[in-house]
């Protein structure tokens, strides 16, 4: 389908210009009247929020399609999208994800002319949606080890030695600063803006652990930059935990791994649930005891 201004072999970056300059008719728009005049459903999208939500899935998608040498609109074919869709899939992305990128490139689609690829979207919404994780907690791994040792690259292998060995979410692992006197891990601007502060004075070996790791994690980030070790940990963690015949819930359950063994390990010296939960909440960064108690569920 030829659109005005829209050519069948215009180039991706042009694709998503024209694209938010139709999509972004509706906002303000009635939803009712635009269901009404185009058959029960709209071609265009009706709030500022959902706009840049969906754009920003269509950018995703023009750049990922990009590095793979597909520049212009007519080279892309609906295999390019499913792909790309799959790859979500696998990094152990929820369903409620999965529904919100497939909406965004079917509305991305159809307001450029490619309504072979809007249509089979449509058509197969729940098919792609339902490979996405299902909502629940993560779980701890049997062997976290194990599954450190599967991953490929070395980096990730720091990452995820840092995560299991401190309980820190992945996010958490770049912002880590290794205080050797006071024998101490101290995490700057957590999740809600907290400070951490994990003591290693009762742990001597693991904490000299923690500083190899720290170490050479910081020279792959010098060579290589976080973002991209980032962005390619999640997919060698999936292959992984695969390997190691585990489940994947995500890099949190290296946290969750941590807190299990951390509260027995502190039973084991003698203190109560009560005083165990209470040093692990604080060590996981929360306020509230219930937390604790909610990893070890």
């Not at 991706?12 to 269901?35: D, F, N």
């Not at 997919?235 to 390997?243: I, R």
């Amino acid at each position: 389908m030829k659109r005005m201004g829209m050519r069948s072999n215009s180039g991706l970056t042009y694709a998503l210009k024209y694209a938010a300059g139709v999509l972004k008719q509706g906002i303000g728009m009635s939803k009712r009247q635009v269901y009404g005049e185009h058959g029960g459903r709209s071609p265009y999208i009706h709030s500022y929020s959902t706009f840049n939500r969906y754009m920003g899935v269509a950018k995703d998608f023009v750049r990922w399609a990009k590095e793979r040498g597909v520049n212009r609109l007519d080279r892309v074919t609906y295999e390019h999208v499913r792909a790309f869709l799959e790859e979500k899939a696998q990094r152990g992305v929820s369903e409620k994800t999965l529904k919100v990128n497939t909406c965004a490139l079917e509305k991305f689609f159809g307001a450029v002319g490619r309504e072979d690829i809007s249509g089979k979207l449509r058509e197969d919404y729940q098919e792609i949606y339902s490979r996405g994780r299902l909502p629940g907690r993560a779980l701890p791994f049997s062997n976290p080890q194990g599954v450190i040792e599967n991953l490929k690259d070395p980096a990730h292998r720091a990452v995820a030695g840092l995560q299991y060995l401190t309980g820190a979410r992945v996010g958490d692992v770049k912002k880590m600063e290794v205080d050797e006197v006071g024998k101490r891990v101290l995490i700057h601007g957590s999740k809600g803006g907290r400070d951490r502060e994990i003591d290693f004075s009762d742990r001597p070996d693991r904490f000299e652990r923690v500083k190899e790791l720290h170490r050479e994690l910081q020279r792959h980030i010098e060579e290589r930059g976080w973002k991209e070790i980032r962005e390619s940990y999640d997919e060698d963690l999936k292959q992984a935990v695969k390997k190691s015949g585990e489940v994947y819930t995500g890099s949190h359950a290296f946290r969750v791994s941590y807190a299990v063994e951390r509260f027995e390990e502190l039973k084991a010296k003698g203190l109560s649930d009560e005083e165990a939960d209470r040093v692990l909440t604080r060590e996981l960064g929360h306020n509230r005891l219930e937390m604790s108690r909610y990893y070890r569920r």
